[in-house]
């Protein structure tokens, strides 16, 4: 139950991650090109900003937390639940980011929560 938990927690900080980090890069602004992404002024301006790297701290603690869970569970029953992700993450951006999510992507999501729960079942 305990790396269930580890999981469910890494899921959540993973999707908090991305809300937290698409907001610091709203801020940071577009990138039109590979060659402006790895623009040494580019790169600064996106890892100096509180919000990417709220994000990337997020995403490092959901990373321990998942060598965690790997120690206890198989690695082919746990790894089909990031996609639960994709649900909280969705729901994240349309509360806090103002996203529109369609009918179409609901659905999709829907199809990958039920793939999941099929897994869970085995």
Known sequence: ??????????I???????????????????????????????????????RVLTGILLYGIALILWLGALSTLNVSFMY??????????????????KEDITLLRWVGIIVVVIGCFLISRT
């Open 1 to 10: 139950m305990f790396a269930l938990i580890l999981v469910a927690t890494c």
């Open 12 to 50: 959540i900080l993973g999707a908090i991650g991305q809300i937290v980090m698409k907001s610091g890069m709203s801020q940071v602004g577009e990138i039109g090109s590979v060659g402006q992404l790895f623009n040494l002024g580019t790169l600064f301006h996106i890892f100096t900003n509180p």
């Open 80 to 97: 089909p639940f990031i996609s639960l992700g994709y649900i909280v993450a969705a729901i994240l951006a349309f509360i806090f980011l």
